[in-house]
C-alpha cells in the first residue's frame, strides 16, 4: 500500500483536468519545453523536462527566429517557464500560427501566484500554490503528460517574477 498525504492527493487529483484540457491524453502529441535559462526556476524546468524525455529549449538567442522554427515541426503544446516579457511575445506568435492558450500563471517575489482570468484551466492557480517551491518540477511533470509527485524536503528555488504558461496547437 502506498502512502499518501493529503497535500499529495490533492496535487494528483487537480492535475487530471489539466492533462485533459491540453489534450495530453494522447501519447503521440509532440510536447516542446521552453525556458529562460536566466531563471533558476527555469533550469530546473529543463532539467526536470529533459529527465522526462522532452525536448527543452533555451530562450536565449533571437526569441522570434527560435519559436518559427519551433514551431515549423508543429508541436501538439509548447509549454515555458520564464520572465512575463518573454511569455508576452511568444503568445503572441503563438497565436498568429494557431496556437490558443491553456495556461498563464504568474509567480511573484513575494511567493504569491496569479493565474489569468480567463483561464480554461482554473485548476492550475491552486496547483501552483500546493506544489510552491517544487512548482517547476510539477510544472514538467505535467508538460510530460504525467501526474506531479509532490516532494517535500527539496530544495527550494527562489522564485520571482516568473510565468509557466502552456499553448496547445488548434
Do not use: K, N
Not at 538567442?61 to 515541426?73: F, G, H, M
Amino acid at each position: 500500500m502506498t502512502r499518501v498525504s493529503r497535500r499529495g492527493f490533492v496535487t494528483a487529483a487537480a492535475t487530471v483536468p489539466l492533462l485533459g484540457a491540453c489534450g495530453l491524453d494522447r501519447p503521440s502529441a509532440a510536447r516542446i519545453a521552453l525556458y529562460d535559462p536566466g531563471l533558476a526556476a527555469g533550469r530546473l524546468f529543463a532539467q526536470r523536462a529533459r529527465a522526462l524525455g522532452l525536448p527543452a529549449i533555451a530562450l536565449d538567442q533571437d526569441r522570434v527566429r527560435l519559436l518559427r522554427r519551433v514551431l515549423a515541426e508543429r508541436p501538439a503544446s509548447l509549454w515555458g517557464l520564464s520572465r512575463h516579457a518573454d511569455q508576452l511575445l511568444a503568445a503572441d506568435i503563438l497565436r498568429e500560427h494557431g496556437y490558443r492558450a491553456e495556461l498563464a500563471v504568474q509567480h511573484r517575489a513575494d511567493r504569491s501566484v496569479v493565474q489569468s482570468r480567463h483561464q480554461p484551466m482554473g485548476t492550475a492557480g491552486a496547483l501552483a500554490r500546493i506544489a510552491g517551491d517544487q512548482w517547476p518540477l510539477v510544472f514538467a511533470e505535467i508538460a510530460a503528460g504525467l501526474g506531479p509527485a509532490y516532494r517535500p524536503g527539496r530544495s527550494a528555488t527562489a522564485t520571482g517574477p516568473i510565468m509557466s504558461w502552456a499553448f496547445v496547437r488548434g
